[in-house]
């Protein structure tokens, strides 16, 4: 067994030993962290009066957990990782990677056999075993078909990575047609599918694509021309906010004030670019943070045209291009014109094609931008503002233009988002959507649009999918709620994906301009913050 010697002692310490050691650390700092956030939860009772109760199984639970987790690493994931790149003397080969011992055939085919009949069997879980075993059995139907989709994605990795935005894209096309198929099969009725989709395709699919287009949005300014931004959701409120109040003061179509809120969200974006024109890094963060506080106050105070904290409701819906309405008192309700039954799933579903439509149509853009001296001018910027002057490139206009298109991607998404809700308010624009879309731009690896496509869909995915856990309860009580405890998750994710990989999801780059043969650029050639 491999041993570590301390240079501070002349004493000889076994890797469960240093675990153990390591372990008791790790208990006391999450007991300190967590005594006042998890042991302690404040409230409020019948008279009003703020009343203090104390969780300390739940606090001990956590505790264990990341004293058992610290141990297991140091003690056999440290020795196994560091064996994994040692080489066998007899045959000279590496051992197996953990890919192929953990992929294999048999357990492939036992969890395809588990989901489909955990599927089939869902609706009779309940009464053949009781409530309780049956979300543990819904559970581990989940963790089956993660391992199915796992197991796809390894055998065919080497197909997936050669035609992966092609495959990308078939599959978000095809997401909701699937979703709906497998409802309809699960509950044998295609009404019933098209109800059951209405969680899936809004919460997942839809939720997931508005960060997706806002993401690539700021991506513009900070991955592109390396502008930080912190007061990105300010663009996102205008296009809201214009969408809702010309929508429901003059009854324009979602249509004529689609390019109108990214014109506006892109004027607002060229005012905001001329004061911070000569900051950079933390000023430029500050300036940025200021701005996104101003907008929101803005909408707070001036109640006369905003309707302050109350917000807007009453926000017209979209229309099929103006041939169809989603509203079932219409005369021209899409059930009525094409014969259906009715149903709210039609809305969402074409919803989920309209937001999908302006993803690509911000990738195609951003894309396009790049290989113009626009975009060629604002890689220059990012890496170097000095040499990117010296080089005779206008950096006003190069920032103007950067703050310019990402806010007009924002306007478009507020104005989607104002039509998805049909009610808008202050408390949708706080800085923690900024904070979540620029940890998203950060963890895909900035500059990176499929690097930032899946940091979406892990994290807002991951945080909406806690609303699932319905099974945890039966752990921790029946007051034990998942979803509040989605921004921890969150934070842990960023600290874990950013020591694993500091240069986010997609650590390497492929530049605009290349020489013969275009080759990608690995992170470890940049500077830090780029990449």
């Known amino acids: 067994m491999a041993v570590t010697v301390s240079p501070e002692r002349d004493s000889v310490a076994t890797p469960v030993q240093r675990a153990t050691r390591e372990a008791l650390y790790a208990g006391a700092i999450s007991f300190g962290l967590f005594v006042l956030f998890i042991g302690l939860k404040t409230g409020q009772n019948i008279s009003n009066e703020l009343v203090l109760t104390t969780r300390w199984g739940l606090l001990a639970a956590v505790v264990i957990a990341t004293a058992v987790g610290r141990f297991l690493y140091v003690a056999y994931g440290q020795p196994f990782l560091a064996n994994q790149k040692i080489t066998d003397v007899a045959t000279g080969l590496l051992p197996a990677s953990v890919a192929s011992r953990f992929f294999q055939l048999p357990a492939f085919i036992v969890a395809i056999i588990a989901a489909v009949l955990l599927l089939v069997f869902n609706?009779?879980?309940?009464?053949?075993?009781?409530?309780?075993?049956?979300?543990y059995l819904q559970f581990l139907r989940a963790l089956a078909i993660i391992y199915v989709l796992a197991c796809v994605i390894y055998y065919f990795r080497a197909f997936i990575h050669a035609n992966f935005t092609k495959l990308g894209i078939a599959a978000l096309v095809l997401y909701p047609i699937l979703v709906v198929a497998m409802l309809s099969l699960n509950a044998w009725s295609i009404t019933g599918g098209l109800q059951g989709s209405l969680k899936w395709v809004d919460n997942f699919g839809i939720q997931i694509l508005i960060y997706v287009m806002l993401a690539w949005g700021l991506n513009i300014v900070v991955g592109l021309a390396g502008l930080l931004d912190l007061g990105y959701v300010a663009?996102?409120?205008?296009?809201?906010?214009?969408?809702?109040?010309?929508?429901?003061?003059?009854?324009l179509s979602f249509w004529i004030l689609l390019p109108a809120a990214g014109a506006m969200a892109a004027f607002w974006g060229v005012l905001l670019g001329f004061p911070v024109l000569r900051l950079r890094g933390d000023y430029l963060a500050i300036v940025t943070l200021a701005f996104g506080e101003i907008i929101r106050l803005v909408l707070i105070n001036w109640r006369e045209v905003t309707n302050g904290s109350a917000?807007?409701?009453?926000?017209?819906?979209?229309?099929?291009?103006?041939?169809?309405?989603?509203?079932?008192?219409?005369?021209?309700y899409i059930a009525k014109v094409l014969?259906?039954?009715q149903s709210g799933a039609y809305y969402k579903i074409f919803l989920y094609y309209l937001?999908?439509?302006?993803?690509?149509?911000?990738?195609?853009?951003?894309?396009?931008?790049?290989?113009?001296?626009?975009?060629?001018?604002?890689?220059?910027l990012r890496e170097d503002e000095i040499a990117c002057r010296s080089l005779g490139i206008n950096t006003t206009t190069t920032k103007l233009t950067a703050f310019a298109t990402g806010a007009m991607f924002g306007g478009f998404a507020g104005s989607f988002f104002a039509a998805r809700q049909g009610f808008v308010s202050p408390e949708s624009f706080v800085f923690l959507e900024?904070?979540?879309?620029?940890?998203?731009?950060?963890?895909?690896?900035?500059?990176?649009?499929?690097?930032?496509?899946?940091?979406?869909?892990?994290?807002?995915?991951?945080?909406e999918a806690l609303r699932e856990l319905?099974?945890?309860?039966?752990?921790?009580?029946?007051?034990?709620?998942?979803?509040?405890?989605?921004?921890?998750?969150?934070?842990?994710?960023?600290?874990?994906?950013?020591?694993?990989?500091?240069?986010?999801?997609?650590?390497?780059?492929?530049p605009t301009a290349f020489l013969k043969v275009r080759r990608a650029v690995s992170g470890s050639f940049t500077k830090e913050g780029h990449g």
């Open 123 to 135: 609706n009779s879980l309940a009464g053949w075993v009781g409530a309780e075993p049956a979300g």
């Open 235 to 251: 663009f996102y409120a205008i296009g809201a906010y214009a969408y809702a109040l010309l929508g429901t003061q003059y009854g």
């Open 311 to 332: 917000g807007i409701s009453g926000i017209p819906k979209v229309s099929f291009f103006g041939l169809m309405s989603f509203n079932v008192s219409d005369p021209n």
């Open 339 to 341: 014969g259906i039954a």
């Open 355 to 380: 937001i999908l439509g302006l993803c690509l149509l911000t990738a195609f853009v951003t894309i396009r931008l790049r290989r113009l001296p626009v975009g060629r001018a604002w890689e220059a």
């Open 434 to 463: 900024s904070a979540i879309i620029l940890a998203i731009v950060v963890l895909g690896g900035m500059g990176s649009l499929v690097g930032i496509a899946v940091a979406a869909m892990v994290m807002i995915g991951g945080t």
């Open 470 to 510: 319905d099974f945890l309860k039966q752990i921790f009580g029946p007051d034990f709620t998942p979803e509040l405890y989605r921004m921890l998750l969150f934070g842990m994710a960023m600290v874990i994906v950013m020591l694993w990989k500091p240069r986010g999801f997609v650590g390497s780059r492929e």
